[in-house]
Nanobody
Framework: VQLVESGGGSVQAGGSLRLACKISGYSYSRYCMGWFRQAPGKKREGIASIDNDGKTTYAASVRGRFTISKDKADYILFLQMNSLEPDDAAMYYC??????????????????WGQGTQVNVSS
């Protein structure tokens, strides 16, 4: 299984970015996909997840600003980030794993992870 993120970069506060995660080699029909982020000196934070039925969960810190989605074939996971703030600056990771309660708790219990893409937000 391979996950490759793209779309990170540098933006000014208030700007937008769209992250993508190409997933290959994962073929289970029931799953959870998620986005996490980690800033220097901070714990990895779960920010959004989506299950095979399309149910989404968001952390309070991003709800209303970020949108998680996936393509119909389930091979690409997206994270649309609007109204970015300096506190959103971090390395962003995508992840995929079997379906389970952890998906809706945004817990970092996913089995497969990408290498991350950096997001910088200047004030």
């Amino acid at each position: 299984v391979q996950l490759v993120e793209s779309g990170g970069g540098s933006v000014q506060a208030g700007g937008s970015l769209r992250l993508a995660c190409k997933i290959s080699g994962y073929s289970y029909s029931r799953y959870c996909m998620g986005w996490f982020r980690q800033a220097p000196g901070k714990k990895r934070e779960g920010i959004a997840s989506i299950d095979n039925d399309g149910k989404t969960t968001y952390a309070a810190s991003v709800r209303g600003r970020f949108t998680i989605s996936k393509d119909k074939a389930d091979y690409i996971l997206f994270l649309q980030m609007n109204s970015l703030e300096p506190d959103d600056a971090a390395m962003y990771y995508c992840a995929v794993g079997a379906s389970g309660a952890y998906c809706y708790d945004l817990a970092p219990a996913f089995y497969y992870w990408g290498q991350g893409t950096q997001v910088n937000v200047s004030s």
